[in-house]
């Protein structure tokens, strides 16, 4: 099959290259960009492992052409953290120990930096849901929960801070 020119930002760095239009997204990243971060979980996109970000919205990368990715912004896990030191998102799974295997976290840790971006204040309910797209194996979802929760309020601390 041909090859088709795709150019976008990933992690805020432009990109371009030749890909099958059948190349989805999540293997994009995975294999042209050595992003290997984002996971792949399932075939039928419940899993959520593959959550990044394109344009402002979670998106299963696993279910996206990365055709159709031209002229867009994607972030992925690798992108999280600014100069060394960790996003909220990321401090709080560490604090309230919210991951064991680690496969589902760069999409949790995607899933809740947008959530928390989307709905700056949170209730359980709300974090409950808001993840709901992204399964877990080991954790049993109450420290992931904890680990949103605890974003949430740094975030504001750091929003009344500022
Ligand atoms: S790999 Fe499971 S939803 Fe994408
Ligand atoms: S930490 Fe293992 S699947 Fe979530």
Do not use: W
Request: aromatic letters at 4%; hydrophobic letters at 35%.
């Amino acid at each position: 099959m041909s090859k088709k020119m795709v150019s976008m930002t990933v992690n805020g760095r432009k990109v371009e290259e030749a890909v099958e239009p059948r190349t989805l997204l999540i293997h994009f990243l995975r294999e042209k960009m050595n992003l290997t971060g984002s996971h792949i979980g399932c075939e039928t996109s419940h899993c959520g492992a593959c959550t990044v970000d394109l344009d402002g919205q979670s998106v299963k990368s696993c279910t996206v052409l990365a055709v159709q990715c031209d002229g867009s912004e994607v972030s992925t896990v690798e992108g999280l953290a600014s100069a060394g030191v960790l996003h909220a998102v990321q401090e709080g799974f560490y604090r309230e120990h919210g991951l064991q295997c680690g496969f589902c976290t760069p999409g949790m840790l995607m899933r809740a930096s947008r959530l928390l971006q989307d709905n700056p204040d949170p209730t359980e309910a709300d974090v409950r849901v808001g993840m709901s797209g992204n399964l877990c194996r080991c954790t049993g979802y109450q420290n992931i929960v904890k680990a949103v929760l605890h974003a949430a309020r740094v975030l504001k601390q750091d929003r009344v801070a500022a």
